[in-house]
């Protein structure tokens, strides 16, 4: 049996090749230009030749049409045992918020990108979250890494910003060196159990969840999203990371059971079924020894942002 990888480059070779297979425009144009000599010249006696020519490049066109039709039957069949695969051999206990230890890698190109969306996404006038966003004690971060602290930077701008994590201690750690006016604008919450209880509810604007449901299955994955759906106020946006099985040696993650599974198709349909609007769906190549894919969603829950606030929130200095 194919490993789930080479199942994946087989199905993406041939859709890849689907586009390039077709002869209609090619096939239209010969018979154009056979038929237009019948139409040019008044010679009857051949009339029926001419016909049978364009005959026989109808037929070419739609046997050309029948091929590409079983290629993409048999692109089905291929998804179909990439599903049957992933069934038999996805252990969902292995993947659960406790037993993530990986960074996902990018470099610094790709980090000015998320950099800008993020700080597009940051407004003062709405209250942010960073959801589980990675935040480690292990230093110095490794090559190809970026220190998930980075990603505070740019929203700065989100009055207050809640940082969310498992361990309280880590999160305070996190911040210790940043300046202690902004330090005030930041919440700390430790979340066990997927307790979301203690977050205000349809409140923010902009939620970043980075380098998290990468490693969690579909229905995990799914749980977090219609729970971030409610901590969203309308028009509020949600950009995270996941995997995308649908791109090779993403899907090689999953034969070496370091992620769990899921595609761009499933994550579009999931969203949308929950009731999410798409922005965007990005995968960029960090050209990494491991050839390694950033794959993310910006997806924003129906309505428009609004807010009665008229400036940020100013501090007083009292004199004693």
Not at 185 to 195: A, F, H, N, S, T
Not at 244 to 254: L, V
Not at 276 to 301: G, H, M, R, Y
């Amino acid at each position: 049996m194919p490993t789930l990888t080479e199942l994946v480059k087989f199905k993406n070779d041939l859709r890849d090749t689907i586009d390039n297979l077709s002869l209609e425009s090619e096939v239209l144009e010969r018979t154009r230009l056979v038929d237009t000599i019948k139409c040019r010249h008044e010679m009857t006696d051949y009339h029926y030749d001419i016909e049978q020519y364009v005959h026989s490049y109808q037929t070419l066109l739609a046997k050309n049409n029948d091929i590409i039709i079983a290629i993409k039957n048999t692109i089905e069949k291929i998804e179909n045992d990439i599903n049957i695969k992933i069934q038999s051999e996805l252990d969902e206990n292995k993947f659960t918020e406790d037993t993530i230890r990986q960074l996902l890698s990018t470099n610094q190109e790709i980090e000015k990108i998320i950099q800008l969306r993020i700080g597009g996404y940051s407004d003062w006038r709405f209250p942010g979250l960073q959801l589980h966003c990675r935040y480690t004690r292990v230093t110095p971060i490794p090559e190809n890494f970026i220190d998930p602290k980075d990603r505070i930077g740019p929203m700065v701008a989100n009055d207050p910003l809640y940082l969310v994590g498992s361990d309280l201690e880590t999160l305070t750690e996190t911040i210790a060196d940043y300046p202690e006016n902004y330090r005030r604008k930041i919440r700390l919450y430790e979340v066990k159990k997927r307790d979301f209880l203690a977050l205000p509810h349809a409140q923010f604007g902009f939620i970043l969840c980075w380098d998290f449901l990468n490693y969690l299955p579909l229905g995990v994955i799914e749980w977090y999203l219609k729970s971030i759906l409610a901590l969203l106020r309308p028009g509020g946006v949600l950009l995270f990371t996941y995997t995308n099985g649908n791109i090779g040696t993403s899907a090689s993650f999953f034969d070496q059971q370091r992620y769990s599974w899921a595609t761009d198709t499933t994550i579009k349909k999931m969203v949308t079924d929950l009731g999410f609007n798409i922005i965007n769906f990005v995968d960029l190549p960090t050209n990494d020894n491991e050839l390694t894919w950033v794959s993310w969603a910006e997806i924003q829950k129906p309505g428009e942002l609004q807010t009665v606030r008229k400036q940020p929130a100013l501090g007083k200095i009292l004199s004693k």
